[in-house]
């Protein structure tokens, strides 16, 4: 069992960068996959990025290039870095995690935070 709590959601401006962070409860973070997904107003929730085990990075192609996702074992934490943000990035940004294998599709992920809004906006 693990528990995911976001943070760092916020309003931006065009162009401008956002750090979300994942903290996860429980001692066995890292046999855990962890990902972040989001959900924008009207649209399905979709696959943003993963981190593996291995520490091995998957990116969505709309933001491959603008995006890092990194984990801390140490920590018990999952951070996304978002560059160069773009109006349609608006959405609530969830982290999930999975036992072991890293995947795409929303439906692996057992586990979920309640999501971070992120807005960008002049």
């Known amino acids: 069992q693990v528990q995911l709590v976001e943070s760092g959601g916020g309003l931006v401006q065009p162009g401008g960068s956002l750090r979300l962070s994942c903290a996860a409860s429980g001692r066995t973070f890292s046999t855990y996959a962890m990902a972040w997904f989001r959900q924008a107003p009207g649209k399905e929730r979709e696959f943003v990025a993963a981190v593996a085990l291995s520490f091995v990075t998957d990116y969505a192609d709309s933001v491959k290039g603008r995006f890092t996702i990194s984990r801390n074992n140490a920590k018990n934490t999952v951070s996304l870095e978002i560059r160069s943000l773009k109006p349609e990035d608006t959405a609530v940004y969830y982290c999930?995690?999975?036992?072991?294998?890293?995947?795409?599709?929303?439906?692996?992920?057992?586990?979920w935070g309640q999501g971070t809004q992120v807005t960008v906006s002049s």
């Open positions: 999930a995690a999975r036992d072991r294998l890293a995947s795409r599709f929303r439906n692996d992920y057992n586990y």
